[in-house]
C-alpha cells in the first residue's frame, strides 16, 4: 500500500520538469482528463481512539489510476495541479466525492464516522472553502459533523482575514479542523490562540523514530501537552509499530492513525470497517 502511494519518487513533477514543457504538458493534459473523466478515487485511512482502537474517522486520501502507471498518489500529482490550474477542479471533486460518499453508507444504514478532507494552502486562499462546503453539504445532505477539514500550519500563516472568516464560518457550521503535519511548517504558536480549531495531528517525522529517539519522543510530548493546554485534541499520524501506540496511550495522546493500525483503503475495505461499528453510534 506505501508502494502504491508511489512517494518517494516523483513521476510527474519536479524541478527537472521545468526544462522539458512537453512532457509536463502531456502529464498535464493525462491529468485533465483525469479530473474530467472519473479517473480519480478516494481512499480511505482509519483514525481510532488510542486507548480502545475504537474507530473514530476517516481520512481521504485522494488517487489517480493513471492509464499506464497504475495508483498514483497525491504527492506524485498535487504538485502539478496546482501550477496548472487543476488543483480547483479536483479539490471539488475531492469534497463532494467524500460528502456523497458518507451519506451512501449513512443511506446503507451503516454507522458513520467524520470524513476529514485535506485542503492544500493554494486551493484554500483560491476557492470559497467554507461556502463551498455549505453547498455540498446541503447537496449531498450529509451533517456537518461528518465533514472535518486538515490544513497545514503554511494556511494558517497566510492571508489572516480570509483564514480567520473561512475558519468562522467552519466552526459556526459545525465543520471541525485539524492542524496537519503539525511542527513541520513555519508556524508561530499564535496562530494556534487565535483561530477555532479542533485537533493538532503530530508529523509523522516525529513519530517515525519514537520509542527509541529521544529527541523525538520529547517533540511528541511536548506537542500533545501543547493540544491538551488549549483544548484541542492530539492526533499522531504514521504509527506503524504497538511501542509507538504503547507510548502514545502513557503521553496522553487522544488519536492515532498510520499503517501499524490501517493504511488507507478502498471503499469496500473501508466499509467493512464502518461495518463493524456499532450501530448505536449513527
Ligand atoms: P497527509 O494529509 O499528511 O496524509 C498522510 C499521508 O501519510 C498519506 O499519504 C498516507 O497514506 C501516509 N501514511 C499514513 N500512514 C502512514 C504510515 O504509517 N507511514 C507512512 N510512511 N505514511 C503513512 P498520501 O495518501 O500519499 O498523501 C500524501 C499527502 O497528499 C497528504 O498528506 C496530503 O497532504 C496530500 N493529499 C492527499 N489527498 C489530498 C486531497 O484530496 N487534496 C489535497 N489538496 N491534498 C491531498
Ligand atoms: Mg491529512
Ligand atoms: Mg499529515
Ligand atoms: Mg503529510
Not at 11 to 40: I, K
Not at 239 to 256: F, R, Y
Request: with cysteine; charged share 20%.
Amino acid at each position: 500500500q506505501a508502494k502504491e502511494s508511489g512517494r518517494g519518487t516523483r513521476l510527474f513533477y519536479t524541478p527537472d520538469m521545468e526544462g522539458q514543457p512537453a512532457e509536463v504538458l502531456q502529464q498535464e493534459h493525462l491529468l485533465r482528463e483525469a479530473v474530467f473523466h472519473d479517473a480519480l478515487e478516494l481512499h480511505y485511512q482509519p483514525q481510532v481512539q488510542v486507548a480502545s482502537g475504537r474507530l473514530v474517522g476517516l481520512e481521504a486520501l485522494v488517487r489517480w489510476r493513471h492509464p499506464q502507471r497504475g495508483l498514483v498518489g497525491p504527492d506524485d500529482f498535487i504538485p502539478l495541479a496546482e501550477s496548472r490550474g487543476l488543483i480547483t477542479p479536483i479539490g471539488r471533486w475531492v469534497l463532494r466525492e467524500a460528502c456523497r460518499q458518507l451519506k451512501a453508507w449513512h443511506n446503507e444504514g451503516l454507522a458513520l464516522v467524520p470524513v476529514a478532507v485535506n485542503l492544500s494552502a493554494i486551493e484554500f486562499r483560491q476557492r470559497d472553502v467554507a461556502g463551498e462546503i455549505a453547498r455540498v453539504l446541503q447537496e449531498t445532505g450529509l451533517e456537518p459533523q461528518y465533514l472535518e477539514v486538515e490544513i497545514t500550519e503554511t494556511t494558517l500563516m497566510q492571508h489572516a482575514e480570509h483564514t480567520r472568516a473561512t475558519l468562522q464560518a467552519l466552526q459556526a457550521m459545525g465543520v471541525a479542523v485539524t492542524v496537519d503535519d503539525f511542527g513541520t511548517g513555519y508556524s508561530s504558536l499564535t496562530y494556534l490562540k487565535r483561530y477555532p480549531l479542533d485537533k493538532l495531528k503530530v508529523d509523522r517525522s516525529f513519530v517515525a523514530d519514537t520509542p527509541a529517539d529521544g529527541d523525538d519522543v520529547a517533540i511528541v510530548t511536548a506537542i500533545v501537552q501543547l493540544a491538551r493546554s488549549l483544548q484541542l485534541q492530539s492526533v499522531a499520524e504514521g504509527v506503524q509499530t504497538t511501542e509507538q501506540l504503547t507510548l502514545l496511550q502513557s503521553l496522553g495522546c487522544e488519536l492515532a492513525q498510520g499503517f501499524g493500525i490501517a493504511p488507507p483503503m478502498d471503499v469496500r475495505r473501508t466499509r467493512a470497517w464502518l461495518h463493524a461499528l456499532p450501530a448505536a453510534a449513527s
